[in-house]
C-alpha cells in the first residue's frame, strides 16, 4: 500500500507502508491493505506509520483529511 503526507509547503512523507494510524474527527482509526475507499477528516495529532520493514515513524499533523483508494492513502495535512 501507498502513503503520501502532504503539506502545503511539502510532501513530509511518501512510500511504501504496512499500517497507517490516523487521528480522525470522530476518533483515531487504522487503515490496512485493502482498506474500503474512505474519505474522511482529521484533528490534530500523530499519524503513526509502520512501514513494509517493520520500522516506525511517526508525523504530528494540525488536522487535515484522509483519502484511501485501492491502497493509495493520501493524507492532505495542515501544516506539522
Known sequence: MYLEII???KIIYSG?????K?????????ILKN???IIATL??????IVDNKKQIEKFEINGGVV???????????ENA
Open 22 to 30: 490516523l487521528p480522525g474527527s470522530d476518533g483515531s482509526f487504522g
Open 7 to 9: 503539506t502545503p509547503d
Open 16 to 20: 511504501d507502508v504496512e499500517s497507517v
Open 67 to 77: 483519502e484511501v483508494l485501492n491502497n493509495k492513502i493520501i493524507v492532505l495535512a
Open 43 to 48: 484533528n490534530k495529532g500523530i499519524v503513526k
Open 35 to 37: 482498506h474500503a475507499a
